[in-house]
Antibody
Framework: EVQLVESGGGLVQPGGSLRLSCAVSGVTFSTGWMTWVRQAPGKGLEWVANIKPDGSEKHYVDSVKGRFTISRDNAKNSLYLQMNSLRAEDTAVYYC??????????WGQGTLVTVSS | QSALTQPPSASGSPGQSVTISCTGTSSDVGAYNYVSWYQQHPGKAPKLIIYEVNERPSGVPDRFSGSKSGNTASLTVSGLQAEDEADYYCSSYAGYNIQWVFGGGTKLTVL
């Protein structure tokens, strides 16, 4: 069974930092693109960032460029999202997902990030 | 990065068919056959139901089908069942610089 388990969410003040983690099992982690998607409360899905299997290529949505950093550790089957300079508009449930034929085939249950003073 | 355009709501009675549209541009939906659809029940993670325009992952009922014409993709749910009531999101690859875009989502109600 494929499992993706996010952790690291919580309440943080504006301007603060958080590091999200995603532990993957049941599928070969090192061969797939990995993605972070977020969903603000009551809103739709927003693609945030993705990373190539070997970590050599990373992409970000414009609103997080320069503030968020995606990374992975293939030896630990883990994906990360370092989030700095957090803003109220970053408040959302953050999902990690693994690719399946040019789509997001496997999703975690999500972790809630709340940016508020 | 502009979102794809979906109707906010759709509805149908059990047993009927409903089609949800997803309109993009010649830079995303129109340019690539990498349109996917996701089903999300309240409080749950999204689930992939269609990839590469019209392919179904293992375990997804054949009541779900996808298509594309020009810059518009569509998801059709045939033989509506109560458990199909959920939010549906489309997504498309949009090239190297933008990567992926989502639609705003469509809430499907089974009457």
């Amino acid at each position: 069974e494929v499992q993706l388990v996010e952790s690291g969410g919580g309440l943080v003040q504006p301007g603060g930092s958080l590091r999200l983690s995603c532990a993957v099992s049941g599928v070969t982690f090192s061969t797939g693109w990995m993605t972070w998607v977020r969903q603000a409360p009551g809103k739709g899905l927003e693609w945030v960032a993705n990373i190539k299997p070997d970590g050599s290529e990373k992409h970000y949505v414009d609103s997080v460029k320069g503030r968020f950093t995606i990374s992975r550790d293939n030896a630990k089957n883990s994906l990360y999202l370092q989030m700095n300079s957090l803003r109220a508009e970053d408040t959302a449930v953050y999902y990690c997902a693994r690719d399946l034929s040019w789509s997001l085939g496997y999703w975690g249950q999500g972790t809630l990030v709340t940016v508020s003073s | 990065q502009s979102a794809l355009t979906q109707p906010p709501s759709a509805s149908g009675s059990p047993g009927q068919s409903v089609t949800i549209s997803c309109t993009g541009t010649s830079s995303d939906v129109g340019a690539y056959n990498y349109v996917s659809w996701y089903q999300q029940h309240p409080g749950k993670a999204p689930k992939l139901i269609i990839y590469e325009v019209n392919e179904r992952p293992s375990g997804v009922p054949d009541r779900f089908s996808g298509s594309k014409s020009g810059n518009t993709a569509s998801l059709t749910v045939s033989g509506l069942q109560a458990e199909d009531e959920a939010d549906y999101y489309c997504s498309s690859y949009a090239g190297y610089n933008i990567q992926w875009v989502f639609g705003g989502g469509t809430k499907l109600t089974v009457l």
